[in-house]
C-alpha cells in the first residue's frame, strides 16, 4: 500500500472512531517509526484534522476531504450527512492520586513585616521556585491557595511511581527552598520554610466552579488529609501517611512518628516523617531486602551471562546486551547476575537512567559518581568539591 493509501485509509477511520491509538495504528498497518512520523506529519501538521494526545492517541478534531481516492484503489466513505464523533470527556472520573499541601511557615507574621509589594514579590518568588521542581516530577499544580500550594500527583497524568515522584517533589522544595532564602535574606532580609503533608488515595476529579470559572479539581477525603498531616510537619519537614509510605518504603529513610489523632477522624493514624532518599536504584533493590521470588524459565539467559563472565575473568572482554519490551525481567535478570557473583573479587560499576533526569544525558555517570563519594542534600558545593578533590589525590598517578 503506498502512503498516498495509507492516509486515506487512516483518515476514514480517524473520522469513523473518533479517537485511535498509534499502538493500534502499527498493528493495524504494520507501521514501522518512521511511517508513523510522516503519517503524524501529515494529519496533524498539514492537514490540521487531528490532534495529538499525550503522545498516544491520534483524536479527530475536523472534517477533511475524503472523496479523493488514491488510482486503482477505493474506500468505503461515510455518509455525507454523517458527522465526526466529538471526543468525549468524562464530567468526572475516579483517581488514585497522592496529594501534596504545602505551606508557608508564619506567613502571617512575614507579610506584616513587609510592604505588600515586596510581600508579593516573595511569595511568586517561593511559588516560582516551587513550581520548578514539581514540573521536574511532572506534577500538577491544582490551585495556589494564597501561600499554599495543592499539587497532584497522578493527575492528569498518571505515573506507575507517583508516591515516589510526590515525595522526591517535597524534598526538592525543602532543598529549592534554602537556595531561594540566599537571595532574600540578602535583598528583603526574610528567611522562608515550607512545611508538606502527602497522602495517597481515591478522589473524584472533576470541573467545579461556575460563573465562567471551573477548575479541575480533586473531591474526597485525599485533598483534606494531605492538608491536616501538613498542619503536623516542622517547618521543612514532610509529613505522610501509611498509604503513602507503603508505595515509597525502601526507596526513602522515614522516621515512624506513631499515630495521632487528626482533625475530623475518631481514631488516631500512623503517620511518618521523610527524612531523605535511601540510596535505592530500582524496586528489585528494595525487594532484595526482604527477599525476591526465584527467577523460572530463564536458564538459558543465565547460563550466557556466566559463559560471558568466564571469558571476562580470562581476559577477553565481553558486552552483554539486554534487550526487550518493559515487564519482561531484564532487571531481574542482571540482579541474579549479581547475586550469582556475591562471593568473587572484582568491581562493580553501575549506572541507572532516571526518568526525573530526562534533560540531563550524563546523569548517570553523575550520580554515579555522587553515590561513590557518598554527596549528601545537606552538603555545601564547598564540601563536595573537597570531598572530590580528596578521592582524586588518592588515586594512582
Not at 168 to 182: I, P, T, Y
Not at 210 to 231: H, I, K, S, V, Y
Not at 244 to 249: A, K, M, P
Amino acid at each position: 500500500m503506498d502512503f498516498d493509501a495509507l492516509l486515506a485509509q487512516v483518515r476514514q477511520l480517524l473520522h469513523r472512531q473518533g479517537r485511535v491509538s498509534y499502538r493500534a495504528l502499527k498493528l493495524r498497518f504494520n507501521l514501522d517509526d518512521e511511517a508513523l512520523a510522516a503519517l503524524k506529519d501529515e494529519i496533524i501538521y498539514a492537514e490540521r484534522v487531528a490532534r495529538d494526545e499525550e503522545d498516544r492517541v491520534l483524536a479527530w478534531v475536523g472534517e477533511a476531504d475524503t472523496t479523493a481516492e488514491p488510482s486503482g484503489q477505493s474506500f468505503p466513505l461515510l455518509p455525507p450527512d454523517t458527522a465526526p464523533p466529538e471526543p468525549r470527556t468524562p464530567e468526572a472520573e475516579r483517581r488514585q492520586l497522592t496529594v501534596l499541601f504545602c505551606d508557608l511557615v508564619d506567613s502571617t507574621v512575614l507579610a506584616a513585616q513587609l510592604d505588600p509589594e515586596d510581600w508579593r514579590e516573595v511569595v511568586r518568588a517561593y511559588q516560582a521556585t516551587c513550581a520548578e521542581v514539581i514540573q521536574r516530577y511532572e506534577g500538577h499544580i491544582a490551585q495556589y491557595l494564597g501561600d499554599g500550594l495543592l499539587v497532584y500527583f497522578g493527575y492528569p497524568q498518571a505515573h506507575e511511581n507517583d508516591g515516589q515522584r510526590a515525595v522526591r517533589a517535597a524534598l526538592g522544595m525543602v532543598e529549592a527552598m534554602g537556595r531561594l532564602n540566599q537571595h532574600l535574606a540578602q535583598e528583603r532580609g526574610v528567611q522562608l520554610a515550607v512545611r508538606m503533608g502527602i497522602h495517597t488515595g481515591l478522589v473524584v476529579v472533576g470541573a467545579m466552579g461556575g460563573g465562567g470559572r471551573q477548575e479541575q479539581l480533586a473531591l474526597g477525603d485525599t485533598p483534606n488529609m494531605a492538608a491536616r498531616l501538613q498542619a503536623l510537619a516542622a517547618p521543612d519537614t514532610i509529613v505522610i501517611s501509611a498509604a503513602t509510605y507503603r508505595l515509597i518504603q525502601g526507596f526513602f529513610n522515614c522516621r515512624d512518628l506513631g499515630p495521632h489523632t487528626l482533625k475530623g477522624l475518631s481514631t488516631p493514624v500512623p503517620v511518618y516523617r521523610v527524612l531523605e532518599e535511601s540510596g535505592a536504584q530500582s524496586r528489585l533493590e528494595v525487594g532484595s531486602i526482604t527477599g525476591l521470588t526465584p527467577l523460572v524459565g530463564r536458564e538459558r539467559e543465565v547460563g550466557l551471562l556466566l559463559e560471558r563472565w568466564a571469558q571476562a575473568k580470562e581476559g577477553r572482554g565481553q558486552v552483554v546486551l539486554l534487550n526487550g519490551e518493559a515487564g519482561i525481567g531484564k532487571s531481574r535478570l542482571a540482579q541474579m547476575l549479581k547475586e550469582r557473583l556475591a562471593g568473587e573479587q572484582y568491581t562493580r560499576l553501575e549506572c541507572h537512567c532516571s526518568a526525573y533526569h530526562r534533560n540531563s544525558p550524563l546523569y548517570p555517570v553523575i550520580d554515579l559518581y555522587q553515590r561513590a563519594l557518598q554527596f549528601s542534600r545537606e552538603e555545601s558545593s564547598g564540601a563536595k568539591l573537597r570531598k572530590l578533590e580528596g578521592a582524586l589525590t588518592q588515586l594512582p598517578l
